[in-house]
């Protein structure tokens, strides 16, 4: 297509289809208006290319009330992302999508509520300078085929989904004037999808107007997936462009079901006015580093929000909560050039990292009202290991800040007086200290270090170090002055955990004899079931019984839910049963087949869809 067009009913790419726009402007119809379900489809094995300035809009006849249903593009789960038999979408060289409910959805769901999880899989999605403009969602993508590493798929034939050099904004007011935008781009049960040297952004000049910061919309959401947030795509890159947040709720939203999925990989970004620069809830294993965060602009009302109705009223550059194994350093944060004196704001926040030994080093905080914050249940809440399990704050710099580190508690929380970071701060016994450098403020109601928490911190601070101790602390904070420090101990350090009155193997030998134990009888429990005690003596008599396929699937009923992954492979591959024997036996099992890419395997035998 290369001339304008308008467009009312649903356009379809099929399987082994391009469907090509170029350098034209082509109006869809308001599906709820017309009355007609009005989009582009992209089948699994098709594929669209907007290109040189190509713009899907909503009908210019329609007025500015309307908003059409955007592109939707399928793919297979048993793929690579980068397979042919994908659907794909491919947008660069100016092309743009605007005023959709959501421009592009991976998956299949209600373009005006797309959620996290649809009724299809997802196809792949590929940018490079392109333009999102004035949708409620700009790109949404559900659960697709499987990733891949963009180290290791950089041709234009392999294809994972990335977004490149693409602005992500809202202007003005949406079409639906009671709708907000929600999100930039969404991914759910992905990974990984690669964003660099994008802007996110909510330029609307009537933010404080508005006065809600649930209505500025999220610039990334990950629900448990992989996003790397980064300037260029070579392992550890330090060059390029790099990715731009301002004006949003949360300019990156990450969150997952479990904290071994992993989070964001976030580096060399910057963020600006946003009302939280990273948020992290639950995760395990992410990056936050080299970023630069600028804050205080937007006086708008937090109470309603469901995140942030907590937090008093106070911006925050990083949140992480119920969150651990994280790299969070090198970073600078401070308010902005717009920023408002009267609201309120704090640096990093650390909630609830549980007894893993986190540290956040090597970060620099300016003009905030609080530096650093570990709050709520981060340290171990045994007596034994409080003061070497958990969070520590290490080589990180104040400058200006009311208040530079705080133990905090929550309030009304159940589990109080368990609050806390880690009990030492650097390390007395390796006379290695904390290598914090403070403001050293002894004006009232100015801290260095501050302790709201029932348990005593002891900070380890170098006698010769700059602005090295803290002068005015509050509460139970110990003091401790090593005189004999390593030469350049931050340099040396790196993020690294300092050991402090480690407890002796005596002293820990009836928690290791115990979980041991509870490990023998459980590992015992599983060999006594799973395939009734004998994987391989259950594969010969599978094998030697083939032609009585009936009886060996009663056999096999009988055992379930305990067969083992070996076994399902065994029978799924035979020739000897049936697709409705094959099927009972699966679904007997859904620990075993969920896992060991049975389903996958289950498409490339053939078997049928609505088994």
């Not at 082509?26 to 992209?42: H, K, P, Y």
């Not at 639950?282 to 109705?309: C, K, Q």
């Not at 893993?356 to 045994?382: M, Q, R």
């Not at 839910?561 to 399902?568: A, E, Q, R």
Request: proline share 4%.
């Amino acid at each position: 297509w290369a001339t304008d067009m308008t467009v009312r009913g649903s356009v379809v790419v099929h399987d082994g289809a391009t469907l090509t726009i170029d350098n034209c402007t082509i109006g869809f119809a308001d599906s709820r208006q017309a009355e007609l379900l009005t989009n582009i489809l992209v089948e699994p094995g098709g594929t669209l290319e907007l290109i040189n300035g190509a713009h899907l809009t909503t009908l210019e006849g329609c007025g500015n009330k309307s908003m059409w249903d955007g592109v939707k593009v399928l793919g297979f789960v048993n793929l690579p992302e980068y397979s042919v038999g994908q659907g794909r979408v491919l947008m660069n060289t100016g092309a743009k999508i605007s005023n959709a409910l959501t421009g592009i959805l991976a998956g299949n769901a209600d373009p005006a509520l797309p959620g996290y999880v649809g009724s299809a899989t997802g196809g792949a999605i590929r940018t490079d300078g392109a333009i999102f403009e004035n949708n409620v969602h700009d790109v949404v993508m559900h659960s697709g085929g499987r990733g891949s590493s963009i180290l290791l798929c950089r041709t234009a034939t392999c294809f994972t989904s990335m977004f490149q050099n693409t602005v992500f904004v809202t202007t003005r007011e949406l079409n639906y004037t009671n709708r907000d935008p929600v999100s930039h781009l969404r991914v759910a049960h992905r990974h990984p999808v690669y964003a660099k040297s994008c802007t996110f952004a909510n330029d609307r000049d009537d933010l404080l107007e508005m006065n809600s910061s649930l209505r500025m919309g999220h610039g990334i959401e990950s629900f448990n997936s992989i996003v790397p947030v980064v300037p260029c795509l070579a392992l550890n890159c330090t060059t390029g462009t790099p990715n731009t947040f301002r004006n949003l709720d949360h300019a990156i939203h990450a969150f997952a079901s479990t904290p071994k999925i992993g989070g964001p990989i976030v580096r060399f970004a910057n963020f600006v006015d946003n009302i939280c620069g990273v948020y992290a809830s639950g995760l395990s294993n992410f990056t936050i580093a080299n970023s630069t965060f600028e804050m205080g602009r937007w006086g708008v009302d937090m109470s309603e929000h469901p995140e942030e109705y907590l937090w008093g009223g106070h911006h925050r550059g990083i949140f992480t909560h119920g969150s651990y194994a994280f790299i969070v350093q090198d970073n600078v944060l401070g308010p902005s050039a717009n920023a408002d004196e009267a609201v309120p704001t704090e640096g990093i926040v650390i909630g609830y990292s549980g007894d893993h030994n986190d540290a956040v080093f090597n970060n620099v905080v300016e003009g905030l009202v609080v530096g650093y914050i570990g709050e709520g249940v981060c340290a171990s809440t045994d007596d034994l290991y409080v003061n070497t399990l958990g969070l520590q704050f290490l080589c990180n710099g104040n400058n200006g800040n009311t208040t530079n580190f705080w133990s905090r508690e929550i309030p009304g929380a159940q589990d109080v007086p368990y609050h806390t970071i880690r009990g030492y701060q650097g390390s007395e016994a390796e006379s290695w200290p904390a290598g914090n450098v403070f403001d050293q403020n002894t004006n009232q109601d100015y801290y260095d270090f501050r302790v709201s928490t029932e348990t005593e911190i002891t900070y380890v601070w170098d006698e010769f170090g700059t602005n090295a101790e803290p002068l005015n602390t509050a509460d139970a904070a110990i003091l401790v002055m090593v005189s004999d420090a390593p030469h350049d101990y931050c340099a040396a350090i790196g993020p690294r955990v300092l050991d402090e009155a480690a407890p002796t193997l005596e002293a820990i030998s009836g928690d290791l004899d115990d979980a041991l134990a509870d490990y023998s009888d459980g590992k015992l429990l599983y060999d006594q079931l799973i395939d009734d005690g004998d994987t391989q003596a259950l594969l010969d008599g599978l094998i030697s019984a083939w032609y009585q396929s009936t009886e060996v699937t009663a056999t096999i009923l009988q055992l379930s839910p305990n067969i083992s992954v070996d076994v399902l492979v065994a029978i799924v591959l035979s020739e000897d049963f049936t697709d409705a024997q094959k099927a009972a036996i699966l679904i007997a099992n859904p620990n075993s087949t969920q896992r060991g890419g049975l389903v996958a395997l289950l498409g490339r035998e053939g078997f049928p869809e609505e088994l």
